[in-house]
């Protein structure tokens, strides 16, 4: 049971073009929400949270929304750029209880092309 | 800077062998975990730790085994590694419930 679900699998941009890269979730628990960027061979890097009693996050580039009646959020890159190729991965939190436990999506590999 | 640091990247073991990953952090962080990371699965996972000497098990826990004796010292066992353990590992850790999660650089095992 998938609770937490990027549907594309991949996404090709061109550079300077708008990225959107969508989640969508099951677990009406869930009340924090992340974004990770993975490069191959590292770790997955933290880009930008949200928390449910927002709607919107931004940090540079990047910007989170949430849309808490649709269980669904999304990060746009504006613009993109070759450097954000990557596999990003949502997660999610239900933000109780002494540790974190995020669930996180399969992920959506960004190709952004010159 | 948080540093998660996986201390093997890669590895090859045989079917049966018993496997130690060990992750250590130098932040202080009360909580860690081990995920894995498989194609089209995302990261899944397997244990976490809130404290020195508790674990409580993730997702994905059968045949594994953690140990945290220390508090900056998360350890990863497969008693008999399988086949179907070939896998990236990520060890994370974050301070308090809600915060960030950092990782680690990942482990790379191949089991033969």
């Known amino acids: 049971d998938q609770q937490v679900k990027q549907n594309s699998p991949s996404l090709s941009v061109q550079e300077g073009r708008i990225s959107i890269l969508n989640c969508d979730y099951t677990n009406s628990m869930f009340d924090y929400f992340l974004w990770y960027k993975k490069y191959p061979a590292e770790g997955p890097t933290f880009l930008i949270s949200i928390s449910s009693i927002k709607d919107k996050n931004e940090d540079g580039r990047f910007t989170v929304f949430l849309n808490k009646s649709a269980k669904h959020l999304s990060l746009h890159i504006v613009p993109s750029q070759p450097g954000d190729s990557a596999v990003y991965f949502c997660?999610?939190?239900?933000?109780?209880?002494?540790?974190?436990?995020?669930?996180f999506g399969t992920g959506t590999r960004l190709q952004v092309t010159l | 800077d948080v540093k998660v640091t996986q201390s093997s990247r890669y590895l090859v073991k045989r079917t049966g062998e018993k496997v130690f990953l060990e992750c250590v952090q130098d932040?202080?962080?009360?909580?860690m975990f081990w995920y894995r990371q498989d194609p089209g699965l995302g990261l899944r996972l397997i244990y976490f730790?809130?404290?020195?000497?508790?674990?409580e098990k993730g997702d994905i826990p059968e045949g594994y085994s953690v140990s945290r004796e220390k508090k900056e010292r998360f350890s990863l066992i497969l008693e008999s590694a399988s086949t179907n353990q070939t896998s990236m590992y990520l060890c994370?850790?974050?301070?308090?419930?809600?915060?960030?999660?950092?990782f680690g650089e990942g482990s790379w095992l191949t089991v033969v």
């Open positions: 730790s809130y404290d020195v000497k508790m674990k």
């Open positions: 994370a850790s974050t301070l308090h419930a809600g915060n960030t999660i950092y």
């Open positions: 997660a999610a939190s239900p933000n109780t209880g002494t540790a974190s436990k995020l669930t």
């Open positions: 932040m202080d962080h009360e909580n």
